[in-house]
C-alpha cells in the first residue's frame, strides 16, 4: 500500500475533525463484528435456556369502583366512616386488601388453608392472630402466598378504580382467587359500615337519656333562681336569649366606640397643656377644609417669595399677598377650633348612648333593683340551660338518622369488572425478556470489543503514530506471502522483487518510502540513510534490501552497510556472513577494495559485518568510521546502513550521528507503543528520524480501520489497475 509522499503532508492538521465520526463507528463494527456477534450469540443462548426453564404465571385482574355517597343527612359524617377519595384515603384501603387479616378471611373461604394441609403441610397451629386464635402452620403459608401473589393499584392516577390482580400457575386459580378478593372486600366494607352504625346508634342512646337529665337540671336551676330573687314581675319585661345577646353586643360597641373617641378627647387635652399645635393632630390635620386651606398657604407664600425677589417687600402686590395670607391663617384657626369642638361634642353622645343602652339592658332584664353579681349569675344558669337545649335536639336528631341509617346498605364499592382466566402467561414476557439479553449482549460485546482493541498494543493506522510520536508515516508496505514471491514459478527473494516486479504494489511502496526520505529535505537530499527498528523481525533489513534495489534500478549507485555486527542480517541474506567486511576494515585488516561486494541481482554495493567483534558499539562510533561514511559519501549516490533493533542494544543512537535521516521501521499490530515511544525518544536526539515506515501490513484488516487506514484507499478497486502483480 502507498503512503504519503513526504513528512509536511503527514503533519497536515489545519482540518479540524469531528468529534463524533460515523465512518469509524462503521470501521470499528466491520472489525469486530464477529467478535460482537459471538459473545451477543453467548448471551442469547443463555437467556434462552433461562427463558425455558422458568415456570410461566398467569395474571388474572378485576377492578372494583370506589363511589361516593351522593346524599346524606346533615351531621351524619360526624357518626359514620365516609370514604373521601383522595390519594390518602385510596392508598389506605389498598393497606386493607393487602393485610393478613383480610386475605384469612379469602384464605379460609377458598380453603386454601386446606389444600396447603393436603399438599404436606403438618397444620401444626403458629402464632395466635388477632382473636387470639391459634393460626395453623398450612393457614399462615396459605396467606403469605397470597400476598405475595397479589397485587392491588389504582387502574388511573387521579381515578377512583383499584385493580385487583392474582398471579399464578393455574389460570384458573388465578380468577378465581382475583374474584374472592373482590367479593370479600365488598363484604368487608358493608359489614365494617354497618356495625359503625349499630355502635353509633348505642352511643346515641346512651349519651341522649345522660343530655336529658344535664337539660332537666338546668331548666330547672333557672326556675329555681328567678323565683329566688323575684325576677317574674311582668311576661314582658325579660327578653329571650338572642334579643339579649343583641342587646349585649350593642353595648359592647358603643363602649368601644366611647373608648376610641375619649383617646381623642384626652390627646386634645395633652397638646394643649404642653402648648402645642393642634393643626399636627392626625385627626384635624386631614379633616375638614384644612388641607385646602394649607394648600392656599403654600401657594400664596411662593407667589410672596417670588414678588418679593422682583418687586421688594413695600410693593403693593407684596402686601396684598402678606394679607390674604393673614386671612388664610385666621380661617386655619377658625377651622380647626370647630374640629376640636366637634370631636368632644362626639365624645359626649358616645357617653349618652352608653349609659342609655346600659340603662335598657338593665330594664329589660328586670335587673334594675339587683346588684350586678345576681345579673351575672343569672344569665350564667340561662346559658347553660339553652346550651343544654341546643345539644340535646342535635342528638336527638342524628339518633333519629342513624337508627335509619343502620338498616340502610349504602353502596361505597361495586366490582365493575370480574377477573377472567387470562388467555396467555404474563410471566415470564419472551419478548421483553429476550430484547432485554440482546441489548446486554450487545453491550457487553461491544465493550469488550472495544477493551480488546485498547488492549491492543501495536499501531494499526499512520493517524496513531502521528498522534502519539508526532512523526510522519512514510510508507505502508503489505505482507507479502510466499506464493506472492513466486515469478513463472520460481521464488524470488523479497529484496528482488522491486527490481522483478517494478510496477507491483509492493515496489510502489518501496519507491514512496524512498521519496518521502528524500522530500523531508527537498534542499539538501539525505545520502546516508540509516534504518533501523524497535525489536527484531520486524523486517528493516528486508525494507533496507529492497530500497537498495529499488535504488540501483533508477540508476543510483548505491551501498549498503551491514552494521549489525551482533546478528548481521543483511550478510546472511546476500549470502555474504562468512566473507570479511565492517569489522575487518575499522580493524585495519583490509583495506575497501577486499570487502566491497557487488550484488549483481540488485544492482548495488555491499558492504558485510565481517567477523565477530566484542566491542560493535566502540568501533561504530570510532573516527576510522566517520572517515569511512565521509569518504563514502564522495563516491556513491546513496548509502544505506541497516542498523539492529534499538530496543536491546546502543548501536542505532551511535550510527546516527553518522547518518542524515533514519527510517524506523514498525510492524503493523504487532511492535508495542510504548517501546516504539521509548525507542523514538532515545533517537530523536539530533532531529534525524524521517519518518515511520508500516511493514508486514495485513491489506484486509487495515482496510477495515476506516479512513485512517492507508489500505482504505490505496487498497481498493479504483487503484488495482494500476499495479502488476
Known amino acids: 500500500m502507498l503512503n504519503r509522499l513526504s513528512a509536511s503532508n503527514a503533519y497536515e492538521t489545519n482540518d479540524v475533525e469531528p468529534h463524533f465520526d460515523l465512518r469509524e463507528v462503521l470501521s470499528f463494527v466491520w472489525r469486530q463484528w464477529k467478535f460482537i456477534a ?12 433461562s427463558l425455558l426453564r422458568q415456570t410461566p404465571l398467569y395474571t388474572a385482574t378485576g377492578q372494583v369502583l370506589l363511589e361516593r355517597q351522593r346524599e346524606k343527612a346533615p351531621g351524619v359524617e ?57 393460626i395453623p402452620s398450612s393457614e399462615l403459608a396459605a396467606i403469605e402466598g397470597l400476598k405475595a401473589a397479589l397485587s392491588v393499584s389504582r387502574l ?52 341522649l337519656v345522660e343530655l336529658r337529665k344535664q337539660l332537666r337540671e338546668s331548666e330547672e336551676a333557672v326556675a329555681k333562681f328567678r323565683s329566688e330573687h323575684g325576677l317574674f314581675q311582668s311576661g314582658n319585661i325579660t327578653l329571650n336569649q338572642q334579643q339579649l345577646s343583641e342587646l349585649n353586643a350593642k353595648l359592647i360597641d358603643a363602649r368601644a366606640d366611647l373608648a376610641q373617641k375619649k383617646s381623642r378627647v384626652e390627646l386634645l387635652d395633652s397638646i394643649q397643656t404642653k402648648g402645642g399645635n393642634l393643626e399636627n393632630m392626625p385627626d384635624i390635620s386631614n379633616a375638614g377644609a384644612l388641607p385646602a386651606l394649607r394648600q392656599q398657604t403654600a401657594t400664596l407664600s411662593q407667589q410672596q417669595s417670588e414678588l418679593m425677589a422682583r418687586y421688594g417687600a413695600t410693593h403693593p402686590l407684596v402686601v396684598n399677598v402678606r394679607a390674604q395670607q393673614n386671612d388664610v391663617e385666621r380661617a386655619i384657626a377658625a377651622e380647626t377650633r370647630r374640629l376640636v369642638a366637634s370631636i368632644k361634642n362626639e365624645y359626649e353622645l358616645a357617653q349618652s348612648r352608653v349609659a342609655s343602652l346600659e340603662q335598657s339592658l338593665r330594664e329589660a332584664t328586670g335587673q334594675t333593683s339587683i346588684d350586678d353579681t345576681t345579673a351575672i349569675r343569672l344569665r350564667e344558669l340561662e346559658r347553660t340551660a339553652a346550651v343544654n337545649k341546643s345539644l340535646f335536639e342535635d342528638f336527638l336528631q342524628r339518633a333519629k338518622i342513624t337508627q ?20 396467555g402467561p404474563s410471566y415470564p414476557r419472551k419478548a421483553p425478556y429476550l430484547a432485554i439479553n440482546l441489548l446486554i449482549g450487545l453491550l457487553l460485546g461491544v465493550g469488550a470489543a472495544v477493551a480488546k482493541e485498547m488492549l491492543n498494543a501495536g499501531f494499526t493506522t499512520p493517524k496513531q503514530i502521528e498522534d502519539l510520536l508526532g512523526l510522519p508515516v512514510l510508507a ?23 527490481a522483478v516486479r517494478p510496477l507491483s504494489r509492493y515496489s510502489e511502496a518501496i519507491r514512496a518510502l524512498r521519496s518521502g526520505i528524500q522530500m523531508t529535505d527537498v534542499d ?21 534490501l529492497s530500497i537498495a534495489g529499488s535504488a540501483a534500478t533508477s540508476g543510483l549507485k548505491v551501498l549498503v552497510i551491514d552494521a549489525d555486527l551482533r546478528h548481521p542480517s543483511a550478510s546472511r541474506v546476500l549470502n555474504l556472513h562468512k566473507e570479511r567486511g565492517l569489522v575487518d576494515l575499522l580493524l585495519g585488516q583490509v583495506n575497501i577494495q577486499e570487502v566491497l561486494k557487488l550484488h549483481e541481482e540488485g544492482g548495488y554495493w555491499v558492504l558485510p ?16 568510521m566517520k572517515s569511512l561514511v565521509a569518504g563514502f559519501r564522495q563516491t556513491f549516490d546513496m548509502i544505506i546502513i541497516d542498523t539492529p533493533p534499538a530496543g536491546p542494544v546502543i548501536d542505532p543512537v551511535v550510527v546516527s550521528q553518522l547518518s542524515d535521516k533514519i527510517v524506523l521501521i514498525v510492524r503493523w499490530a504487532v511492535t508495542p507503543r510504548e517501546m516504539v515511544k521509548q525507542c ?30 492507508y489500505s482504505y484507499y490505496y487498497g481498493s478497486r479504483y487503484y488495482k489497475k494500476y499495479y502488476t502483480e
Request: net charge neutral; charged share 20%; proline share 6%.
Open 38 to 49: 459471538a459473545i451477543v450469540a453467548v448471551v442469547m443462548l443463555i437467556g434462552i435456556v
Open 78 to 134: 360526624a357518626i359514620l366512616t365516609d370514604v373521601n377519595l383522595d390519594f390518602a384515603m385510596i392508598e389506605s384501603q389498598i393497606a386493607i386488601i393487602r393485610s393478613s387479616v383480610f386475605l384469612r378471611r379469602v384464605v379460609q373461604n377458598e380453603g386454601l388453608g386446606r389444600e396447603r394441609a393436603a399438599a404436606g403441610d403438618d397444620g401444626r397451629p403458629t402464632a395466635a392472630s388477632t382473636d387470639s386464635q391459634p
Open 156 to 207: 388511573v392516577q387521579q381515578g377512583h378504580v383499584l385493580a385487583i390482580s392474582v398471579t399464578s400457575p393455574d389460570p384458573q386459580q388465578a380468577a378465581r382467587l382475583a374474584n374472592a378478593v373482590a367479593d370479600a372486600y365488598l363484604l368487608d366494607k358493608l359489614d365494617t359500615r354497618f356495625e359503625a352504625a349499630k355502635r353509633a346508634s348505642a352511643w346515641l342512646s346512651d349519651r
Open 404 to 423: 335509619e341509617q343502620s338498616t340502610f346498605e349504602a353502596h361505597e364499592a361495586r366490582v365493575i369488572s370480574p377477573a377472567l382466566p387470562p388467555g
Open 476 to 498: 505502508s508496505v503489505s505482507r507479502m506471502e510466499p506464493r506472492d514471491l513466486r515469478v513463472d514459478g520460481e521464488l524470488v527473494s523479497i529484496s528482488h522483487y522491486p
Open 524 to 544: 539538501h537530499p539525505p545520502k546516508v540513510i540509516q534504518l533501523t527498528s524497535t525489536a527484531p523481525s520486524e523486517g528493516k533489513t528486508t525494507i533496507a
Open 609 to 624: 559485518a565481517g567477523n565477530k567483534t566484542q566491542n560493535p558499539p566502540d568501533l561504530l562510533g570510532s573516527e576510522r
Open 680 to 709: 523514538v525518544q532515545q533517537l530523536s536526539g539530533h532531529k534525524k528520524i524521517a519518518g515511520v515506515a508500516f511493514n508486514h501490513v495485513n491489506e484486509q484488516q487495515a482496510q477495515k480501520y476506516g479512513k485512517y487506514a
